[in-house]
């Protein structure tokens, strides 16, 4: 069965404290991998798209990377407006663009 | 441009109504879709369309119609709501090449009495 796990589930970090967040994936075959940030209230914000494998995107201070296994998405140096819920989603072989979502990592950046 | 528009942002509905969750975009997008989100859930995909007039089932199409009459719109009914289907409802689009990004809507907060 395809899934897709996110870790933790909860993260708090002190501003300027770097940390990943983990999306780890058993597929039967990857097209893309999604990261959203979603604020309270609101609806999934579309962050990066990965293909393959060593594939790497960065925006401001948030890095996603790929691997077969998992993905991560890096952020440095924190803001307290980074805190938001980091959603992972996959897109699989035969799959058109039906997305199958992790339960998402919530992370609260304090000053 | 708007994006993706979702109508109403709130909604209580008493055990046995129906009614019909709006949903437009503007971006010319192909695909369409309807999730839904529930605590320590994923979100999970309802219905989906690859253009008008074509709609298919998800992982959780009980109890949901779905329609696809042009290019912009995607409705989703609910024809007889039941205390399970409360839960928060996104609307997504995207273009029909395989493994785009979707696009979401604001949600609609749906609580079924």
């Known amino acids: 069965e395809d899934q897709v796990t996110q870790s933790p589930e909860a993260l708090r970090l002190q501003e300027g404290e770097s940390s990943s967040l983990n999306c780890s994936y058993t597929v039967s075959g990857l097209r893309g991998l999604f990261w959203y940030r979603q604020d309270p209230g609101k609806g999934p914000e579309f962050l990066f798209t990965?293909?393959?494998a060593g594939e790497e995107k960065e925006k401001e201070r948030l890095k996603a990377t790929l691997t077969k296994k998992e993905s991560f998405l890096h952020i440095t140096a924190p803001k307290p407006e980074d805190s938001a819920t980091y959603l992972c989603?996959?897109?699989?072989?035969?799959?058109?663009?039906?997305?199958?979502f992790g339960t998402g990592t919530q992370l609260k950046v304090e000053l | 441009n708007a994006g993706v528009t979702q109508t109403p942002k709130f909604q209580v509905l008493k055990t046995g109504q129906s009614m019909t969750l709006q949903c437009a975009q503007d971006?010319?997008?192909?695909?369409m879709s309807w999730y839904r989100q529930d605590p320590g859930m994923g979100l999970r995909l309802i219905h989906y369309?690859?253009?008008?007039?074509?709609?298919d089932q998800g992982e959780v199409p009980n109890g949901y119609n779905v329609s696809r009459s042009t290019t912009e719109d995607f409705p989703l009914r609910l024809l007889s709501a039941a205390p399970s289907q409360t839960s928060v409802y996104f609307c997504a689009s995207s273009y029909s090449a395989s493994a785009k990004p979707a696009f979401f809507g604001q949600g609609t907060r749906l609580t079924v009495v």
């Open positions: 971006m010319n997008h192909e695909y």
């Open positions: 369309s690859v253009g008008a007039g074509i709609t």
């Open positions: 990965l293909y393959s």
């Open positions: 989603a996959v897109a699989l072989t035969g799959g058109g663009n039906k997305l199958t």
